[in-house]
Nanobody, 126 residues
Framework: QVQFVESGGGLVQTGGSLRLACTTSKLTFSEYAMGWFRQAPGKEREFVAG????????TYANSVKGRFTISKDNVKKSVVLQMNNLKPDDTAVYYC???????????????????WGQGTQVTVSS
């Protein structure tokens, strides 16, 4: 069974930064594209960022472009989401996800992902 260990969530003030990390020992990491999704209370789950298998291609939701950066280390089997200039609207549970498909056109589709973590809470106070 694939399990992710997610870390880095917490409470931060508007304008602050957090670094989310996700690791797993159960996947051949280089064979998976990775992504982060989030879900706020009362809202639908939404795509945040995605990265290709080799880590060279990234995609971001418009709401986080210029503020968030996703990176991937296939040796350490980890994916990181660096979040800067956080806003109250970023408050949500963030989920690390993995997919075998490397299709760029479907990176933002939750159904494309094969595995996901338990989620880590990010709260941004105003």
């Amino acid at each position: 069974q694939v399990q992710f260990v997610e870390s880095g969530g917490g409470l931060v003030q508007t304008g602050g930064s957090l670094r989310l990390a996700c690791t797993t020992s159960k996947l051949t990491f280089s064979e998976y594209a990775m992504g982060w999704f989030r879900q706020a209370p009362g809202k639908e789950r939404e795509f945040v960022a995605g990265i290709s298998r080799d880590g060279y291609s990234t995609t971001y939701a418009n709401s986080v472009k210029g503020r968030f950066t996703i990176s991937k280390d296939n040796v350490k089997k980890s994916v990181v989401l660096q979040m800067n200039n956080l806003k109250p609207d970023d408050t949500a549970v963030y989920y690390c996800t993995a997919r075998r498909s490397n299709s760029a056109s479907r990176v933002a589709e939750w159904g494309e992902y094969d595995y996901w973590g338990q989620g880590t809470q990010v709260t941004v106070s105003s």
